[in-house]
């Protein structure tokens, strides 16, 4: 049960600093282990899905675009 609400009280604190950021270009991503195979803090037991939405979340961002660098374009 001490899991339960240390997740709950991680999720409060990242709702707070989500709703504390001034920008149109944020997203809150909450990890779970049914849709990401990862549900400990910092995904510490996936953390290549971690580094894939930071790095999917700044392809966004920057207005990436995979075929312009493999030369499709």
Known sequence: MLLCFQFVAFVNQAEEFY??????DKDLHIFKLRNDGSNDHCQLDN???GT???FDW????????????????
């Open 47 to 49: 953390r290549s899905r």
């Open 52 to 54: 894939q939405v930071m």
């Open 19 to 24: 709703q504390g950021i001034y920008s149109d």
């Open 58 to 73: 700044l392809d966004n961002i920057f207005d990436y675009n995979d075929d312009f660098v493999r030369g499709i374009i």
